[in-house]
């Protein structure tokens, strides 16, 4: 019979994967206390231990949403227009937005004096009208749930598949205060949503859940229970959340290997998960590139440091010569612009086409710990095309010469995470051979920062799902508050004498 695990001992087996142990480290058995939950991931081995009180304030936070679920059936649409409606505007009143704001300047100095980014915790204006923009557009947005999407007709009685909401919505993401806004999209569509935010950003997310969330959804009258927030700066809520087995959906954001971790917790619960943990864009200009407009969308796509911000340069040999001086004048524009020098990372064998000076010259470069002097580039193994550069202030990027757009196509399908890939080429003909060999959900021939729900299909995105773990089945990789739906079938019997 199974029984409590009350404690654990330093060195102690545990199986996983079904042929491999770990063991527990002295750190985790001096801190695991009776009542505590151990999450094995099964395909990794790592030991996660989720304390008691903070599997209790997730337990409940869960409790609540699900509640909520089963009130929101009974909520009108046009209640749930009214939510966004007054979401946005309690944004937009500088009353509630002054709290907000306080709130975040002492996120933004707690996170500064530990070393850790800032560039997307600052909920500066421009965040802010983004986070009021998204809420409109969902205001503006058709109702989601009770849509018809097929009918058949039969003697004597229809069929219709209508869509209907999932459940109760998990969101783990970084400390991005708009993502928070945007997560409410999926109320669009019926369902509830329970928030889990960085450390670094839970005063901010605190503030809007006081002074605009709550009282949105309590005047609006849907249920307070709607859109909850996990009150817990620990990570391993995180990990109780996408163990409960009452989430319809979890959905994660972040950095790489924080969010792989939480997709394995979710999948061996059995959720489905969409989930982003990587980006970097890649873009390949070809021999028939025009030189300005390549100047023009690499320095367009290193403006500041999210996904789909250029990664990887790819250009062909036969232009070697001369694109890759237009490639380093626009980068260090872009490194102008922020009032800083860039970063290069050149593939080895690639070197011989950049000028020796930016091998010995040293420049400043901002880090989130600060600024540093380091030599303005660098010679990285191939294998290094797989790293994405989470650079702060100062645009960092790899250029690699490759012989032919195959190659280039072969070096991201292969060490790319899947997400965005670009090609700078005069040729219909390589276009269409582009899109159709590159394995990226997202394909352009410009600039890469157009990857955004919000910017490209005026529909705010809860998540990006890169194609790392495989390509999705029947969706987009846009993941965005109407598009959280399932199909549900009725029949309407019109003759009471039909049997097969």
Not at 64 to 78: K, N, Q
Not at 168 to 178: L, Q, S
Not at 205 to 218: E, G, H, W
Not at 309 to 335: H, Q, S, Y
Request: proline content about 4%.
């Amino acid at each position: 019979m199974a029984q409590m695990l009350e404690k654990l001992t330093a060195g102690q087996i545990v199986p996983f994967g079904g042929d491999k142990v770990a063991r527990v480290s002295d750190s985790l058995a001096a801190a695991f206390r009776a009542g505590d939950r151990l999450i094995v991931i099964q395909d990794t081995g790592d030991l996660l231990h989720v304390p008691a009180a903070i599997q209790a304030i997730t337990d409940s936070a869960v409790g609540r949403a699900g509640e909520a679920f089963a009130g929101l059936a009974l909520v009108s649409d046009e209640q749930i227009t009214r939510f966004f409606e007054l979401f946005a505007g309690k944004l937009a009143d500088d009353a509630a937005w002054s709290a907000i704001a306080e709130a975040n300047a002492a996120d933004v100095e707690a996170a500064k004096a530990k070393g850790r980014s800032t560039t997307r915790l600052v909920a500066n204006a421009k965040m802010r009208r983004a986070m009021i923009e998204g809420l409109r557009q969902w205001q503006d947005a058709a109702p989601a749930r009770g849509r018809v999407v097929e009918h058949i007709d039969h003697a004597g009685w229809s069929v219709e598949q209508v869509t209907a909401p999932l459940g109760v919505v998990g969101f783990v993401f970084e400390g991005r205060p708009n993502v928070f806004a945007d997560a409410t999209g999926v109320l669009r569509s019926g369902n509830t949503v329970v928030f889990r935010i960085g450390s670094d950003a839970l005063g901010t997310a605190q503030a809007i859940v006081k002074s605009a969330l709550d009282p949105a959804l309590k005047e609006a009258g849907l249920p307070q229970g709607a859109a909850v927030l996990v009150d817990s700066p620990e990570r391993s809520a995180g990990w109780a959340m996408f163990s409960d087995k009452r989430l319809a959906l979890a959905v994660a954001r972040g950095s790489g290997p924080a969010v792989a971790q939480l997709g394995a917790v979710a999948r061996q619960t059995g959720t489905p998960v969409s989930l982003h943990g990587t980006g970097g864009a890649w873009m390949v200009a070809d021999s028939s590139a025009d030189a300005a407009r390549f100047a023009a969308v690499v320095e367009a796509s290193l403006d500041r440091k999210v996904c789909n911000t250029l990664n990887v340069c790819c250009i062909v040999e036969a232009r070697a010569r001369d694109l890759v001086p237009v490639f380093l004048d626009a980068i260090v524009r872009a490194g102008e612009a922020l009032s800083t020098a860039s970063k290069l990372h050149v593939v080895k064998g690639s070197e011989g086409y950049v000028p020796e000076a930016w091998f010995e010259d040293e420049v400043t470069i901002l880090h989130a710990e600060g600024p540093g002097r380091e030599a303005a580039a660098d010679v990285i193994r191939e294998d290094e095309l797989a790293s994405e550069w989470e650079w702060e202030g100062s645009p960092e990027v790899t250029l690699v010469i490759v012989p032919d757009v195959a190659t280039a196509v072969a070096l991201f399908n292969r060490y790319s995470p899947g997400l965005a890939a670009s090609l700078i080429s005069q040729e219909p003909a390589a276009q269409e051979a582009f899109w159709q060999s590159v394995n990226a959900p997202f394909v352009g021939d410009g600039f890469t920062r157009w990857v955004d729900g919000q910017y490209a299909l005026n529909r705010p995105e809860l998540g990006l799902s890169n194609w790392e773990n495989g390509r999705l089945f029947a969706r987009g990789a846009v993941l965005s508050g109407d598009g959280v739906f399932t199909v549900r079938t009725r029949v309407r019997q019109s003759d009471p004498k039909v049997r097969r």
